[in-house]
């Protein structure tokens, strides 16, 4: 590919990235081919984080492409700087061929617990391992919930206002009983094994609520655990994306 770059023309390869994501962004959404290029972009923004990203970037680029080519890519008109090659390339790697968070955000050695554990041994768990959220699975194999440093925080407070003795909270709750109590669990969210670093910001993006992705094999409740992501990795990600 590299030296296949270099036999081009700084216009050539513009031309091309530009047809890539073109073609990707209409694929992968299903838009219509009449769309302009700036529409697509527009529609788009709402769906992928890096068109959300570089939607001004886009925005101009189509713009550009016009001008190189004026309707006809094989008479081209102007040649684009190249660092606007290199930014219009980079962003049809991210678009195209995307890293994958398994690869490189993923905390792959997945501490994990039973949902049987007292509250004691949660806590003596985090405190040893200084992860702050761990997925719980039940006798069966399925995951019910994140035990989360904040979320076991609230709760014994709560247990505490309401009259309840602190060591009967760490002897004799269970992570499933706290678990159990709570409102929802959209605090975390199950991702297959080909989840982009773009789709996990994604999901970020979207929740506020967010605390982990789960990434396993399917996407499945389950199976155990290939990775997780937390919300302390998010940083992490867009230095991926940017050095991408």
Same mark, same amino acid.
């Given at each position: 590919? *590299? !030296?296949?770059?270099?036999?081009?023309? !700084?216009?050539?390869?513009?031309?091309?990235?530009?047809? +890539?994501?073109? $073609?990707?962004?209409?694929?992968?959404?299903?838009?219509?081919?009449?769309?302009?290029?700036? *529409? %697509? &972009?527009?529609?788009?923004?709402?769906?992928?984080?890096?068109?959300?990203?570089?939607?001004?970037?886009?925005?101009?680029?189509?713009? %550009?492409?016009?001008?190189?080519?004026?309707?006809?890519?094989?008479?081209?008109?102007?040649?684009?700087?190249?660092?606007?090659?290199?930014?219009?390339?980079? &962003?049809?790697?991210?678009?195209?061929?995307?890293?994958?968070?398994?690869?490189?955000?993923?905390?792959?050695?997945?501490?994990?617990?039973?949902?049987?554990?007292?509250?004691?041994?949660?806590?003596?768990?985090?405190? /040893? /391992?200084? $992860?702050? +959220?761990?997925?719980?699975?039940?006798? +069966?194999? *399925?995951?019910?919930?994140?035990?989360?440093?904040?979320?076991?925080?609230? /709760? @014994?407070?709560?247990?505490?206002?309401?009259?309840?003795?602190?060591?009967? @909270?760490?002897?004799?709750?269970?992570?499933?009983?706290? %678990?159990?109590?709570?409102?929802?669990?959209?605090?975390?969210?199950?991702?297959?094994?080909?989840?982009?670093?773009?789709?996990?910001?994604?999901? @970020?993006?979207?929740? /506020?609520?967010?605390?982990?992705?789960?990434?396993?094999? +399917?996407?499945?409740?389950?199976?155990?655990?290939?990775?997780?992501?937390?919300?302390?990795?998010?940083?992490?990600? !867009?230095?991926?994306? *940017?050095?991408?």
């Amino acid at each position: 590919m *590299e !030296n296949e770059k270099k036999t081009l023309s !700084n216009a050539q390869r513009f031309i091309q990235s530009y047809n +890539n994501i073109d $073609y990707a962004i209409r694929t992968r959404y299903n838009l219509n081919r009449s769309m302009g290029f700036s *529409e %697509l &972009i527009r529609k788009s923004v709402a769906l992928n984080y890096i068109v959300r990203k570089y939607e001004d970037d886009l925005i101009d680029y189509g713009r %550009l492409r016009n001008a190189i080519v004026h309707g006809n890519e094989d008479y081209i008109m102007a040649e684009p700087h190249y660092e606007v090659v290199e930014q219009i390339e980079k &962003i049809e790697r991210l678009l195209t061929a995307p890293p994958k968070a398994l690869e490189t955000v993923c905390r792959r050695d997945v501490l994990t617990i039973e949902s049987s554990k007292s509250m004691r041994e949660v806590i003596m768990l985090m405190a /040893s /391992s200084s $992860y702050s +959220n761990i997925p719980v699975y039940n006798e +069966n194999g *399925e995951i019910i919930g994140i035990a989360n440093g904040q979320k076991i925080l609230d /709760s @014994f407070g709560k247990y505490l206002l309401s009259g309840g003795a602190c060591t009967t @909270f760490l002897n004799n709750v269970k992570i499933e009983d706290m %678990l159990s109590k709570l409102e929802n669990n959209d605090y975390y969210v199950f991702a297959n094994r080909d989840l982009t670093v773009e789709q996990a910001l994604e999901h @970020f993006h979207n929740n /506020s609520k967010l605390l982990a992705i789960i990434v396993t094999k +399917n996407g499945g409740a389950k199976e155990r655990p290939l990775g997780i992501i937390t919300g302390t990795d998010v940083l992490k990600m !867009n230095t991926i994306l *940017e050095n991408y």
